[in-house]
């Protein structure tokens, strides 16, 4: 079974650039997540998908940072315009069944730095 | 907002002993997670323990939870270089939704 897929791996940007992130969940996988880990911390969950529908953004900063998922299957995080605090490893995680608990598969992540 | 918070943050032993550590959070939880993370792997779950369940075991990790004091542990038995690690709790605040901790760094010496 082929994991969570991101890319890029690694991305330098200035500040106020703006930059985006793909993720390809696992096949069949109904739930997407975004989170953010900012170096020496947990991952914080930015957005929640079922399907192509937000469960949860209640963490996103709006004003900089969108999402989206087209079609239910693959998904990108914008950043715009993109300041050197957001430099971290952002993480995309998939799970199976909505709503169910159940563990949620992780991406290797894209590392974001600012400069 | 509602979040594990591990400790003791950092941990080193030798290869063989047991490695526990520790995890607090504040509110009601459906079920709480422990994730690993090495830089071979990435973030991978290791065990879910549901609200109404104290103890649980997977192989070598053993992990318990005490919803009255809002707490949990997970324990490494025997433990390897291979476990040299972060080891993250997360707690399900519904829906799926996870909040993790700051997380506890594990250094397992040959």
């Known amino acids: 079974e082929a994991g969570v897929a991101q890319s890029p791996r690694y991305k330098i940007i200035e500040k106020r650039q703006s930059v985006a992130f793909w993720c390809n969940p696992i096949?069949?996988?109904?739930?997407l997540y975004w989170y953010q880990q900012i170096l020496g911390q947990g991952p914080k969950l930015l957005i929640q998908?079922?399907?192509?529908?937000?469960?949860?953004d209640s963490q996103l900063p709006k004003d900089r940072f969108s999402a989206e998922r087209l079609k239910g299957v693959d998904s990108t995080l914008k950043i715009q315009p993109a300041k050197l605090e957001d430099s971290a490893v952002y993480l995309c995680?998939?799970?199976?069944?909505?709503?169910?608990?159940?563990?949620?598969?992780f991406g290797p992540g894209t590392r974001l730095t600012v400069t | 907002s509602q979040q594990g918070e591990e400790d003791p943050q950092a941990l080193s032993i030798q290869e063989g002993e047991n490695a526990t550590m520790n995890c607090s959070y504040k509110?009601?939880?459906?079920?709480l997670q422990w994730y690993r993370q090495n830089s071979g792997r990435g973030l991978v779950h290791l065990i879910l323990?549901?609200?109404?369940?104290r103890e649980k075991h997977s192989g070598r990790l053993r992990v318990t939870l005490d919803t009255s004091k809002k707490s949990s542990s997970l324990l490494i038995t025997a433990s390897r270089a291979a476990d040299t690690a972060s080891y993250f709790c997360?707690?399900?605040?519904?829906?799926?939704?996870?909040?993790f901790g700051k997380g506890n760094q594990v250094v397992v010496i040959p």
């Open positions: 995680a998939s799970s199976l069944v909505p709503g169910l608990a159940g563990e949620q598969y």
């Open positions: 096949s069949g996988h109904a739930t």
């Open positions: 998908f079922q399907n192509n529908g937000v469960v949860d």
């Open positions: 509110t009601s939880i459906n079920n």
């Open positions: 323990i549901r609200s109404n369940e």
């Open positions: 997360a707690t399900d605040r519904g829906n799926n939704r996870l909040a």
